[in-house]
């Protein structure tokens, strides 16, 4: 047994099995990230970046820059944002220095009038010189948006002319399109239910919403469930599905009780970088469940009424809801 362990011990260490435990031996370390390009050492220079936006859920849509959504290429530099230049849709000359290590920040955010939302997944899936976001306020308007890292590491001189280098920022449509009221409407807005009088009955309240056309999105930062009553011992607030999130837990809402009502609230978000976005691409149901499960215990002659508020960010940051009532009642 002992020799075993003897043979393991040795055979392990001709492995290197053990070369961390030994005294004065470097322990080897992953390496960290370069911050110079591989081939060749970063020295900085002029490159023409172009910036072309697409619309997420229109493969034909070409959006321009400073036309269709405001856009900045900035560096970082001692804990400053820089400004470097903007396209407005047929390239900018920028000049990176040695000490940007090759990346630039790419901002991007709405243009007044212009009805688009930035698509932060889709902009990282769909850029390969893009690994990273921020959402920061890099133009000093006391706003945060969203800021891409571009990388500039080894892109290939051209025969004459400044090297280049395309972002392509991915949008998707508000689906208001400047009409508040258009950007979330009501698909179903279902009957008053009968509840009956059995104890925790659970009623499934089938709302849906829908968005003006496909090809849209609407940003939603918050839910909420009124019920007109403050005896909690006839309704609970069971489940409320919210897209993009989950079919909630009641408990996961904010239970206020008011004088003459109970509230639930469900935050989803404050700001672009936080709030869900319906999408409707081309082709799919126009149809987006929002359905509702209270739990009563009512007497023959209660009726309570549930509301449902649906909260939605648009564009500019604006905001506006919609709201459908229900009644449950004992018979
Ligand atoms: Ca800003």
């Known amino acids: ?93 920028i000049e990176a220095t040695r000490e940007d290590n090759g990346y630039v920040w790419v901002l991007v955010e709405e243009k007044s009038g212009q009805y688009y939302y930035v698509d932060v997944p889709t902009t990282l899936q769909m850029n390969s010189r893009v690994s990273e976001y921020r959402w920061t306020d890099a133009d000093g308007d006391n706003q945060k948006e969203f800021l891409f890292k571009l990388s500039l590491l080894d892109v290939p001189k051209p025969a004459s002319g400044y090297p280049q ?103 989803i978000g404050s700001d672009f970088s936080d709030i869900v976005y319906w999408k409707i691409p081309e082709g799919t149901n126009n149809k987006i469940d929002l359905t509702v499960c209270v739990e009563t215990s009512l007497s023959s002659s209660d009726v309570i009424q549930v509301t449902l508020y649906v909260y939605q960010m648009l564009y500019d940051r604006s905001t506006t809801y919609d709201s459908d009532s229900v009644c449950l009642k004992g018979s």
């Not at 970063?42 to 405001?70: C, I, Q």
């Not at 900045?72 to 470097?84: D, Q, T």
């Not at 993009?244 to 003459?260: A, H, M, N, R």
Request: hydrophobic content about 35%; cysteine-free; glycine content about 12%.
């Open 165 to 267: 280098v395309t972002f392509y920022p991915y949008f998707l449509a508000e689906s208001g399109q400047g009409t508040p009221a258009n950007a979330l409407q009501w698909e179903t807005q279902p009957s008053d239910i009968v509840a009956g009088t059995t104890a925790n009955k659970k009623n499934y309240i089938g709302w849906a919403a829908k968005l003006t056309a496909s090809k849209r999105a609407v940003g939603v930062y918050k839910i909420e469930v009124r019920i007109n009553s403050t005896d909690t011992s006839k309704f609970k607030l069971d489940k409320v599905n919210i897209p993009g999130v989950g079919y909630i837990d009641g408990s996961q809402f904010e239970e206020t009780i008011l004088s003459s009502e109970t509230r639930y609230v469900y935050k």
């Open 1 to 93: 047994m002992l020799l075993l362990i003897i043979g393991i011990a040795y055979f392990g260490y001709t492995k290197g099995w053990f070369s961390g435990l030994v005294p004065g031996q470097q322990v080897p370390t992953a390496p960290s990230q370069p911050t110079t390009p591989t081939t060749g050492g970063w020295e900085g220079g002029t490159f023409t970046v172009y910036v072309k936006g697409r619309n997420s859920l229109d493969s034909s849509s070409a959006l321009t820059a400073g036309t269709n959504f405001n856009t900045g290429i900035y560096a970082y530099r001692n804990g400053h944002w820089v400004f470097l230049g903007s396209d407005t849709g047929s390239g900018v000359n």
